[in-house]
């Protein structure tokens, strides 16, 4: 596939042309969780916005108190977020042998719930907290434990400024009272299990991710634009190593130039179409 044209945009029936008979690694984007209720940054209707990095997380405090008292609110949104038919598909397609497993750049862990076995998450899980000085993994709802202890009645009283977003953020103006909780083991710097912008994606899951798309027939890229290396890079390796790359997504992404097949789509509809085809 050329490096500057793209494919042009095909239909469902292409889609289920190229994949009929080979295996699949497919690898998703907030594109598909937004029928459960997650909002995606990046589609074509999503407002503009600006992703706390990990330098504004461990280098101001007042950066990393306004990102925990946002997402002291936002986690529990996600928390109660269900798949929607897309992830169910996948599963589906992995229990009958069509799908060799998922690699996401979500968080939401909804791919799991769904009953996908072979999942990567490549950016972290929101439901996990990490120590940067000692490395003490805790659950996210024993910190919130935590946090509610310090701020009683802080997540009910900014309820009305709340706009979730994917990374189980929330927007909320009124965080400079807000009291940020330590590490229980060694008084540290504690953060989300999640990648930030600005930070790396462990080398162990970026090799075992790259394994996932060798071993696989055919890449398909469901709900991302693409837009960020720790997904694109994936495109690339397959289309350079001669594995056939789809995307269904709602509009271009940076990775249609290495597409045999790209379909404007929503993701729930065109993966169950899938499951029930392949």
């Known amino acids: ?21 080979r295996r699949l690694t497919v690898l998703t984007g907030a594109g598909v969780s937004t029928d459960s209720g997650i909002p995606d940054y990046r589609g074509p209707d999503s407002p503009p916005r600006n992703p706390m990095t990990f330098q504004q997380f461990t280098g101001d405090e007042r ?6 008292a946002r997402n002291h609110v936002g986690w529990r949104h996600v928390h109660r977020t269900q798949p929607n038919a897309g992830h169910r598909a996948l599963a589906q397609m992995e229990r009958e042998g069509t799908l060799l497993g998922v690699i996401t750049q979500n968080v939401d862990l909804l791919h799991e719930q769904a009953g996908s076995r072979n999942v990567i998450d490549l950016h972290g899980r929101y439901d996990r907290v990490v120590c940067l000085s000692c490395r003490t993994v805790v659950s996210r709802s024993e910190l919130a434990d935590r946090l509610d202890q310090l701020n009683p009645g802080f997540a009910d009283e900014v309820v009305a400024d709340v706009e ?41 899951r970026v090799e075992r991710a790259y394994a996932m798309v060798d071993a696989a027939d055919a890449l398909l890229v469901a709900g991302s634009s693409l837009t960020v290396q ?8 397959a289309a350079q190593t001669g594995t056939p790359v789809a995307i269904v997504n709602r509009g271009v992404t940076r990775g249609d130039r290495y597409a045999t097949v790209t379909l404007h789509a929503g993701t729930s509809e065109t993966l169950s179409a899938l499951a029930d085809s392949l």
């Not at 929330?170 to 299990?193: W, Y």
């Not at 720790?230 to 390796?237: A, K, P, T, Y």
């Open 164 to 204: 979730i977003a994917p990374d189980a953020d929330a927007v909320v103006e009124r965080t400079s009272h807000f009291v940020v909780a330590d590490c229980a083991v060694c008084g540290g710097m504690l953060k989300p299990d999640i990648v930030y912008f600005g930070e790396t994606v462990p080398r162990e």
């Open 1 to 21: 596939m050329s490096d500057t044209l793209p494919a042009p945009a095909g239909t469902l029936a292409d889609l289920i042309d190229l994949l009929q008979g």
């Open 63 to 68: 950066f990393r108190r306004h990102y925990w």
């Open 230 to 237: 720790s997904g694109l890079r994936f495109v690339r390796h």
